[in-house]
């Protein structure tokens, strides 16, 4: 017999939707034949067989939401085999209504390791971040007890649910023995009548999204640093550029160079390349810039690896290739995950300038506005000048505030004149 497990499609996932079984039971099935499709926050990914033989059992029916990793999804039988006791079900969410079929990159349905999580121990006198699985905060939460107080078991000191429970066993913690923490308040209770409005339900990409920017905002002491950037000399650069690559086919835009000069830069600062863990701050090799991209329903960050190491026509073919495949939920994890900096442009919706949220593991993120005509000084006159705010958000853990100025003291130039970047 082969036990078929919940595969972890990226290192920090613990659970996703089963969205549909492409067998049935009694299926004869052969290694490499796509069995079912698995949804993550991010992606609808395909399970391939690793084994040969009848699919005796399904535990887990299509549709069902919140299976952890590593979790028993259905039962294989070798020919020739007898087969045992049926398997009992896990227990997950009821199933919803069934996902629809999307293409995506193809994975083997082999037991996956355990989701690795770069954590400290969780009881932290010293204000650091405590970690725990979502199911273990949520449990805490409404038991009124303050995680500081649990120690975890889990990888490197993780909470998991197992320790919270066995805190709510002891009693009380310190926290708990004042008041009970805020539960949120309905839309009635706010004073919103109900039938006033439609309520679409959560999928997986926004609760993760409402999770972890809450974690962000929440356990990230950050601030901005805003700059102001002329970019005629830059507008005219690009429209060279582009009339040298009209024969190709490729277009620079402005978020393109903005790009490469963010890499640039960081190469220049290595200090503001850079991610807090508990152990230390870790200095990256390479300019892995993260690109905020609009999809339904939400966003996701492609990843433009080595971004120094590119030119601008390199970065301009691989960003539209990355775009395209974010918003059809086509990109694979290794293409969306990780990065070292990010970069978010809503210049081209007009917005004059704006402060992002962190996106850990990452030590900045950098918000583009719009460029427009603004009135400025030049030699004791006032001339009028094409303008472009740029607010960094630094991770103060890591970017203090004399790193990130000196990272845009660098960065700014190259975009004045975007000719020092040969240099």
């Avoid at 699919?55 to 045992?84: F, R």
């Avoid at 706010?190 to 997986?204: A, F, K, N, R």
């Amino acid at each position: 017999m082969t036990d078929i497990l919940m595969p972890a499609l990226s290192p920090t996932m613990e659970e996703g939707t089963l969205a549909k079984w492409l067998v049935k039971e009694g299926d004869v099935v052969k290694a490499g034949d796509v069995i079912a499709e698995i949804e993550t926050d991010k992606a609808t990914m395909e399970v391939e067989a690793v084994d040969e033989g009848v699919l005796t059992q399904i535990v887990v029916p299509g549709g069902t939401e919140g299976v952890k990793v590593n979790a028993l999804i259905a039962v294989l039988k070798a020919d020739g085999e007898e087969l045992s006791a049926p398997k009992a079900a896990p227990a997950a969410e009821a199933p919803t209504s069934e996902a629809p079929k999307a293409e995506a990159p193809k994975i083997e349905a082999k037991p996956a390791e355990a989701p690795k999580v770069a954590a400290a121990p969780a009881a932290k006198a010293d204000g650091s971040r405590i970690f725990a699985s979502p199911l273990a905060r949520r449990i805490a939460e409404q038991a009124g007890l303050d995680l500081k107080a649990v120690a975890g078991s889990g990888p490197h000191g993780r909470i998991i649910k197992a320790d919270v429970e066995a805190a709510k066993a002891k009693g009380p913690t310190a926290a708990a023995a004042g008041a009970p923490p805020a539960q949120a308040k309905s839309l009635a209770q706010l004073g919103i009548p109900d039938g006033s409005y439609d309520l679409v339900p959560l999928d997986g990409m926004r609760k993760t999204i409402a999770r972890r920017l809450t974690e962000s905002a929440r356990d990230i002491p950050h601030f901005p640093l805003n700059i102001d950037i002329e970019i005629d000399a830059l507008l005219a650069a690009r429209g060279r550029i582009n009339k040298m690559l009209e024969k190709t086919g490729v277009k620079v835009s402005v978020n393109d160079i903005v790009i490469k000069a963010a890499a640039m830069a960081l190469k220049q600062v290595p200090e503001a390349n850079a991610s807090f863990t508990p152990e230390g701050i870790a200095l990256h090799h390479h300019a892995d810039v993260a690109v905020a991209v609009a999809i339904d329903g939400g966003l996701i960050t492609p990843i433009i690896r080595k971004a120094e190491l590119k030119t601008l026509s390199q970065i301009a073919v691989e960003m539209k290739d990355l775009a395209e495949r974010a918003r059809n939920k086509k990109l694979k994890p290794e293409e969306f995950q990780g990065g070292t900096f990010s970069v978010s442009n809503l210049g081209m919706f007009g917005i004059k300038s704006f402060s992002s949220i962190i996106n850990e593991p990452h030590g900045a993120i950098m918000s583009v506005g719009a460029g427009e005509q603004r009135p400025v000084v030049k030699n004791g006159q006032l001339a009028v000048a094409t303008v472009m705010t740029v607010t960094l958000t630094c991770d103060h853990r890591v970017v203090d505030g004399a790193v990130g100025a000196k990272f845009l003291s660098v960065f700014k130039p190259m975009l004045e004149d975007p000719a020092t970047m040969l240099a």
